[in-house]
């Protein structure tokens, strides 16, 4: 089973490559379901490979100029403050708790990727929203990726354009800067507080390096319009059985 949960990695990163982001809410059903770790120590291990992968993704974001520090810095202190107050509940709550909510999360990913209908990357940024929606916006998200270990760019992504103002571009590449933040805090706060497999993590996010490259690869061959909408209800389906296995 670990080996089949190695392979997924690969798959996960795969999908990272081929959609810009969403793959990495599947590592932690992975981890419980298929390579047999309790949901108290996938959390944080989730939290690593999604924060490294995010990272890999700001630094190419970064050169290709898709990167607003000023958007980054706006959500960033309440991103980290939600993730830090999520890490604190999830050490409070039950397995089944955090497993429901997670379900949860799938079900909204699912929803929101059906129902969207594609972002045009050179379409015009939005005006500005007042910062304390801003601030409840990453707070929130940050929460939940300290809760669940979800990175929360199906969240970001909208949140960036409709209250940041920012285009699609820039939207995406902020995003995974926000996500490599709140993982690095929510990860900070379960340190010395849950045991955490390394040595599993570490390889898990180096196979998902491995994907994002064949998946990057993959972009101009696949239609991305039905992937994602393919890739939507794969994640409803998994929403579901989390639900019913939780």
Same mark, same amino acid.
């Given at each position: ?41 996938? &959390? ?5 490979? =999604?924060?490294?992968?995010? @990272? *890999? $993704?700001? +630094?190419?974001? #970064?050169? !290709? ?84 270990? &979800? ?5 970001? =992504?909208?949140?960036?354009? @409709? *209250? $940041?103002? +920012?285009?699609? #571009?820039? !939207? ?75």
């Amino acid at each position: 089973m670990v080996l089949l949960g190695y392979a997924l990695a690969v798959l996960i990163g795969v999908s990272l490559g081929l959609l810009g982001g969403g793959g990495a809410i599947l590592t932690v059903p992975v981890l419980v379901y298929v390579m047999g770790v309790g949901m108290k120590q996938a &959390v944080p291990m989730s939290l690593v490979v =999604v924060g490294l992968t995010s @990272l *890999l $993704g700001v +630094l190419r974001h #970064r050169n !290709a100029g898709n990167l607003n520090l000023g958007a980054a810095l706006a959500f960033g202190p309440a991103a980290i403050l939600g993730s830090l107050l999520g890490t604190s509940a999830a050490l409070r709550v039950s397995a089944r708790f955090q497993l429901t909510v997670f379900a949860v999360v799938l079900l909204t990913a699912a929803v929101l990727m059906l129902r969207g209908r594609g972002h045009d990357p050179t379409a015009p940024a939005r005006p500005r929203k007042p910062w304390q929606m801003i601030a409840g916006l990453g707070s929130g998200v940050g929460f939940l990726t300290g809760l669940v270990g &979800v990175g929360g760019g199906f969240l970001y =992504v909208p949140a960036l354009t @409709l *209250l $940041g103002g +920012l285009e699609m #571009r820039q !939207a995406v590449g902020t995003s995974l800067a926000l996500i490599a933040l709140s993982c690095a805090a929510g990860l900070a706060g379960y340190i010395g507080r849950v045991p955490i497999d390394w040595a599993m993590a570490g390889v898990f996010s180096v196979l998902a390096f491995v994907g994002v490259g064949i998946g990057s690869a993959l972009v101009p061959r696949v239609p991305q319009a039905v992937l994602r909408k393919a890739f939507a209800v794969f994640i409803l389906l998994m929403g579901v059985l989390v639900l019913a296995r939780r």
